[in-house]
Nanobody, 124 residues
Framework: QLQLVESGGGLVQPGGSLRLSCAASGFTLDYYAIGWFRQAPGKEREGVSCISSTGSSTYYVDSVKGRFTISRDNAKNTVTLQMNSLKPEDTAVYYC?????????????????WGQGTQVTVSS
């Protein structure tokens, strides 16, 4: 079965950190760009970050620049999103998705494979 599985979400205080992982099973991530997306209650899904298939290019939405870092380990078939200096407005369900390229990821749409999501809650 081809699937992506996210892990690492949880409850954290403002200013804290979380590390999300996206693991693939049933297929290799080598040829896919991987995006991280989030959807807060009552809001549209938005693209947060994306990394090219080789890892040579990374992209971030303005609201997370300087706080989040995306990386990938193709040997382990995983992509990681390190989130630092978390804010309450970062609270959302976070998803990863495999897509052909990062172009257009900010729309929150597209992607060949999606994970089931992991909840991130930033609250004191």
């Amino acid at each position: 079965q081809l699937q992506l599985v996210e892990s690492g979400g949880g409850l954290v205080q403002p200013g804290g950190s979380l590390r999300l992982s996206c693991a693939a099973s049933g297929f290799t991530l080598d040829y896919y760009a991987i995006g991280w997306f989030r959807q807060a209650p009552g809001k549209e899904r938005e693209g947060v970050s994306c990394i090219s298939s080789t890892g040579s290019s990374t992209y971030y939405v303005d609201s997370v620049k300087g706080r989040f870092t995306i990386s990938r380990d193709n040997a382990k078939n995983t992509v990681t999103l390190q989130m630092n200096s978390l804010k309450p407005e970062d609270t959302a369900v976070y998803y990863c998705a495999a897509r052909g390229a990062c172009l257009g990821y900010v729309t929150g749409r597209g992607g060949d494979y999606w994970g089931q999501g992991t909840q991130v809650t930033v609250s004191s």
